[in-house]
């Protein structure tokens, strides 16, 4: 039978009606309520409308159930009540407000919480980002910007959040060109979720994605040579040359040598007396602080052959004063990580090096100490390692060369002993 004609056509049910509106939707109602003969009862209507009158009167069994079970409440109310749960408010935040408040609060180191406030406004609110593609090697031309959006969360109550909503944010990352920031937003993420499950905002963390936010795998590392150390050296500007021996032979960190001053230098027992480091959060922002961990305050040894070397950078190169910077930039401050890096990669070039990052030279450092016979204990020392684990890798390649190893790390680095 085909439908009725549109109008104000009604069908009475068993109980309550149907009425097919001008639009060609059906309208649902009832009468509830009222004492016989003393009130009249009331008519209810459906907050929306059915596209079938199928749909109308199933509606309308739900509403006869909740009458009998004792469970019911006016329509209307029900639906005011409904659309309060779903805007957010104090007790229904988003992931992007609860992230924020998380973040005032959290105890984070300065650059940790400039990646996290990154993560969260590109990637989780979708603010677009643009980025230059690799260019082609074959014409010379670069790539066109390419300008990426995501589907993004931040607006989702955290309530709501689910698995499939989850996994649809994460295929439309850029996994291939930005992977490593997509993994940090990524846990970014699951940990505001997981700190969401101890407020009993979320019953379970739905930030679940087979193979997301795994640490990068380990890089394979061939050491350099001595030799090859100094060339990258001789190929720094002046000021900022002793920084590359300084890296590698004292093992330090960029950030640690970025924030050496004279003070730091003890010439008379020949030591360094690392305590601090700098990090820089975006372009103008910068922080000096303690280094990550305990471990990471250190005395370590200057080698008698680049001794001399730091003497000359401190007479001529450094600031003056006890708190005068050894490496520092035109106007005086800090070099950047930024200026550091361009640098250091324009040296790597002259010296005929490619894949060789700054941080790389620790590995070079303390490779070679554990070659010149150095415990596991004392490469976690001079690293600033917190557990062995890192110092046991050193330690397994020195085993295999023990046998030809006789003379000290300090005749290796002078070319009186090879590599």
């Not at 309308?60 to 329509?75: A, F, G, K, V, Y």
Request: hydrophobic content about 35%.
């Amino acid at each position: 039978m085909g439908r009725r004609a549109r109008g104000s056509a009604r069908r009475r049910s068993t109980w309550g009606t149907v009425r097919l509106k001008a639009s060609g939707k059906y309208q649902a109602s009832y009468r509830h309520g009222g004492i016989p003969g003393v009130l009249p009862s009331t008519v209810y209507a459906a907050p929306m409308t059915f596209q079938t009158e199928g749909d109308a009167r199933v509606w309308l069994e739900m509403e006869r159930r909740l009458i009998e079970s004792d469970q019911w409440s006016p329509p209307a109310d029900r639906e005011a009540a409904r659309r309060r749960a779903e805007q957010p408010g104090p007790e229904r935040p988003t992931v992007a407000t609860y992230a924020r408040q998380w973040l005032a609060t959290a105890d984070l180191r300065t650059t940790t919480r400039t990646r996290y406030e990154a993560s969260l406004r590109i990637y989780i609110c979708g603010e677009p980002l643009a980025f230059s593609l690799r260019s082609n090697k074959r014409t010379g031309k670069r790539a066109r910007p390419k300008v990426w959006t995501n589907h993004p969360l931040g607006d989702v109550a955290l309530a709501d959040l689910d698995r499939a909503q989850v996994h649809a944010w994460w295929r439309s990352l850029p996994l291939v060109e930005r992977r490593r920031s997509c993994d940090l937003a990524y846990q970014f993420l699951r940990t505001i979720c997981l700190a969401a499950v101890d407020d009993g905002i979320i019953d379970s963390n739905p930030v679940r994605v087979k193979g997301a936010g795994k640490p990068s795998k380990r890089r394979s590392i061939e050491p350099l040579t001595p030799a090859q150390v100094r060339e990258i050296a001789d190929n720094m500007p002046d000021r900022w040359r002793l920084g590359v021996p300084l890296g590698a032979w004292c093992a330090l960190r960029s950030g640690e040598v970025r924030e050496l001053r004279r003070k730091d230098i003890d010439l008379n027992r020949g030591v360094i007396k690392v305590t601090r480091g700098v990090t820089h959060a975006g372009q103008r922002t910068q922080h000096v602080g303690d280094p990550k961990t305990e471990a990471g305050i250190r005395t370590v040894r200057i080698p008698a052959s680049i001794l001399s070397e730091v003497k000359t950078h401190l007479h001529e190169h450094a600031q003056l004063g006890p708190n005068g910077l050894l490496f520092w930039r035109d106007d005086g401050g800090h070099v950047t990580d930024t200026e550091w890096r361009a640098a250091w990669l324009r040296a790597c070039a002259e010296a005929g090096i490619e894949g060789f990052r700054f941080h790389d030279l620790r590995h070079v450092g303390l490779t070679y100490t554990a070659l010149a016979g150095a415990t596991i204990r004392e490469l976690q020392v001079a690293a600033g390692h917190t557990t062995p684990i890192m110092a046991l890798r050193y330690q397994e390649v020195a085993a295999s060369h023990m046998d030809d190893v006789v003379k000290t790390l300090d005749a290796m680095i002078t070319g009186q002993l090879g590599p």
